[in-house]
DNA sequence: CTCTCAAAGTTGTATATACAGGCTAGACCA
DNA sequence: TGGTCTAGCCTGTATATACAACTTTGAGAG
């Protein structure tokens, strides 16, 4: 478990990261050709390919053939934040998910949501309203428009056992979406149905997901500012998947 | 431009993609095996290894060694949002951006700070607060303690010129860090230097930066809520750096 | 019938080799 | 002096081969 046994091209890697980490190398420099790299490591020219193409995929440094390979620009200030479904995201805290569907009906597109749904005013949508709660506090009002083409069989599902999106991914994989985060005064009934004070603040989020490269549903998902935040934890270019996972510490510092 | 210049190993990774997006191959469903791919498709074991490996990275596949390689589930709803420096973030939608030092001075390090930083109470650290402005309109105060050790030439540096994110990541590259969003309701201070409503909510952002293992730096960044959202594009796996470029178009949909 | 173990299939890594194509510096020519 | 062009280095891709390690299956021994 300890150094010998990793891979040659991932000591290649590791080497390399090492040098760049510790500021050797600084970018825009010149890191070792494949060639360097073979006669100074004893391996073959595919294993040093190999290094340095997942350090390129990895965003760590950048190659041009005829010219070498150059420490990439360290992007400057990308931070990345994961925002996962309600239900999974409960779960992952060890607590116990429910929901209560206020409303599930079929109704004409308006304004707002027939453009963001790229339909004409009146076209045919399933209109979804329920409660998200965690053990038994609400925790998200989610208010789905989906298309009603794409979900034909949406008003026969029961949304308290199967979330919404879960329903949606399970009928078409591989999707697109697009979203954005405000903070925003709720209205008098999403503060009644997430319990909020008057004076409460809400984190909204606004996501519109694409199958078959259209726009299929568009929904409003609102928190109580007071109990719900958004958190996520970067790491350098190599960890496109361990987002998942780490541990949030930063959670009594209040403004 | 067409079809035909694609490397082999993109082809098979295009051809698998197509079978799993239309559907023909669904989550843990076992997809074509090297071997099987170097018979089908004419070509090396290699070839078929690099197509089927860069899938494992981008999240299509997962593979056992032994047993194969089947679809991966499909990201049960994790959906990605990019949180930019203010300063690039402003200069990308063609806006001009500067800024206003309010505090910069060093200070003993109290409660929620020192904690953050995992140092003891009453070491030194550098206070920043500064007011960020797009076309002249205050849009994000940001409040920052740095690691006294970690900036020493901290209290020479002309904040309006270059960004203390800027600053910071020019001293080390390569940086873990952590994030957390909230929407609260700011107090007077902040109010005032963000030039905001009594009733208006803020949108939050809580951010603490590594360097070399360690914590360096905590920012608390507050935007106005009615003139500022965070905004996110998803696309399936395979896009690792097209985030950025992206455009929104959801903008007009208030609640 | 049950246990053991070997065979076959699978992924993971590593090497040696080959050719195509981009880029640059310097030799060479006019 | 100035322009051209080639030799040499670099990345990008593709192949053939080899061995290690893991998993399942089934044959064979007891």
């Not at 109704?107 to 998200?132: M, N, P, T, Y």
């Not at 960890?239 to 510490?249: D, M, R």
């Amino acid at each position: 478990m300890s150094a010998a046994s990793k891979p040659m091209y991932q000591q290649l890697k590791d080497l390399i990261i090492g040098r760049i980490s510790a500021g050797e190398l600084r970018p825009s420099d010149r890191v070792p050709s494949e060639n360097e790299l073979v006669e100074a490591m004893n391996v073959s020219r595919m294993t040093a390919n190999r290094a340095l193409r997942e350090l390129t995929d990895e965003g760590y440094v950048r190659r041009v053939a005829g010219r070498g390979t150059f420490v990439a620009d360290l992007r400057a200030g990308s931070h990345v934040l994961e925002v996962h479904n309600i239900a999974d995201e409960i779960e992952r805290r060890g607590h116990s998910h429910s929901s209560v569907v206020i409303r599930q009906s079929l109704q004409h597109a308006r304004g707002e949501v027939a453009k963001a749904l790229h339909i004409e005013q009146g076209s045919d949508v399933f209109h979804l309203l329920l409660v998200h709660r965690e053990n038994g506090t609400p925790i998200q009002l989610e208010d789905r428009h989906v298309l009603a083409g794409f979900a034909p069989d949406c008003m026969e599902q029961d949304f308290t056992t199967v979330t919404p999106s879960a329903y949606l991914t399970a009928i078409s994989p591989l999707q697109e979406a697009e979203q954005v985060v405000r903070a925003v005064m709720p209205n008098a009934a999403v503060r009644s149905h997430l319990q909020m004070r008057d004076d409460e603040p809400s984190l909204v989020v606004l996501r519109r997901t694409w199958a078959h490269g259209a726009p299929v549903t568009f929904a409003r998902l609102h928190h109580p500012g007071s109990r719900y935040e958004l958190a996520g934890h970067y790491t350098p270019p190599g960890t496109p998947k361990s987002a998942t996972g780490t541990v949030v510490e930063l959670e009594k510092l209040r403004q």
